[in-house]
């Protein structure tokens, strides 16, 4: 018995080994307009990466068309925006997004969301018309001033400089020197949001990380009057130098993001040499699986993150949820089981538009969370 039994699992083994691997999966059919546009972003993205590690912005420049602020209200899509320098001297602006509505004499003041645009730290601009557009689109649909920050790039400026360029953009909203001084409406700097998409998402979490953990402790920012309450962090691009499960079963299949591209863009940020971490750097790896966790203060705001189900990055970034939850954060993961990386700057998908409604919803909560907070404490 003992013999047929280890036959039984010899065969048993052997039919398992032999089994046809599973199909891979399949991309939702996506309109003609979309599937050009990729085509197009994903050629000058290959063309831009040099395998010297340097980028040929002459080319990109090409497929990424730039849109110019418009300062004068429009009355159609009832958003202006004006460029506003942050330092001259480091090519560090922002274009902000705000209201052209006149306000009900009993309006509360707009909220603020600072965003960070993609691009693997090294492409695109706040000018980008992609992004443009979508900055535009949050300011009219959530009802807040937005302020798209342009970061310096790498691999001219690698990190730490995207991080420094963000807060530094807080602390200039903080000192009244970013908001034009003829806004429609007053803000509550008490109710700022960091959001970002891809390497934009995994700039929001750093600076928040920063502004949060020295906030406490640093004169200069005690004074401060920027408040964050919140973080959203669209497909963030976080990673490490193991492969995950999502990057293995999605690589030649989801658009945009594939091993390659994502490994030079970590070679062209993370810093070179050194201690010799790659992308199990901190600035990529915060997971804790190969790295040290980062140390998250009190008052790390609450977040949400948005996963795609066509994103290879996905494991990464509901690893970063469950770290979030792990620190005792508040977190929530959207989850968007046809989503591609990158189907926000596409207006005509569906799940384009839902993001906008997380996005405002999101914002909204937060808002009767303070006025109940606030009226609690005067209660007291």
């Known amino acids: 018995m003992e013999a047929a039994a280890a036959a039984g699992n010899a065969s048993s083994t052997k039919q398992e080994a032999t089994a046809p691997a599973p199909p891979p999966p399949r991309m939702p059919a996506l309109p003609w307009t979309v599937r050009f546009q990729l085509f197009v972003l994903v050629a000058a993205t290959d063309i831009a990466q040099r395998e010297d590690g340097t980028v040929n912005r002459f080319a990109f420049s090409l497929a990424d068309r730039q849109a110019r602020a418009r300062p004068r209200p429009d009355t159609k899509s009832g958003v202006r925006s004006v460029d506003v ?41 706040a000018a980008s018309v992609p992004l443009d557009a979508m900055c535009a689109r949050l300011c009219r649909a959530v009802g807040a001033v937005v302020v798209s920050v342009n970061y310096r790039l790498a691999p001219e400026h690698p990190y730490p400089a995207a991080y420094d360029d963000g807060v530094d953009v807080l602390r200039h909203l903080a000192a009244g020197d970013l908001l034009p001084a003829d806004l429609a409406r007053a803000v509550d700097l008490s109710r700022c949001f960091l959001a970002g998409d891809s390497a934009g998402g995994n700039i929001a979490h750093h600076v928040a990380h920063r502004w949060t953990s020295t906030s406490s402790s640093s004169p200069e920012l005690v004074r401060v009057r920027v408040r964050l309450a919140g973080v959203v962090l669209i497909q963030p691009f976080f990673g490490g130098e193991e492969r995950t499960g999502s990057e293995l079963r999605l690589e030649g299949v989801a658009p945009v993001v594939s091993m ?44 949400v993150v948005v996963v795609g189900g066509f994103d290879p990055l996905q494991d990464w970034q509901r690893r970063y949820a469950a770290m979030l939850r792990r620190k005792g954060k508040a977190v929530r993961v959207v989850e968007l089981p046809d989503a591609f990386h990158g189907f926000y700057i596409f207006p005509e998908l569906h799940d384009a538009g839902r993001l906008v409604q997380e996005i405002k919803a999101f914002v909204e909560e937060s808002g009767a969370s303070s006025s109940t907070t606030g009226a609690a404490g005067a209660d007291e």
């Open 85 to 125: 320098t942050v330092d001259a001297s480091r090519g560090l602006w922002a274009r902000v997004f705000s209201p052209t509505t006149s306000p009900a004499s009993t309006s509360p003041p707009l909220p603020v969301v600072v965003y960070f645009h993609g691009g693997g730290f090294a492409l695109f601009s």
């Open 260 to 303: 390659r591209r994502a490994d030079w863009s970590w070679r062209a940020f993370l810093p070179r040499g050194g201690d010799g971490a790659g992308r199990n750097h901190p600035a990529a790896h915060v997971t804790g699986e190969a790295a040290p966790e980062p140390e998250l203060a009190e008052g790390f705001p609450p977040a």
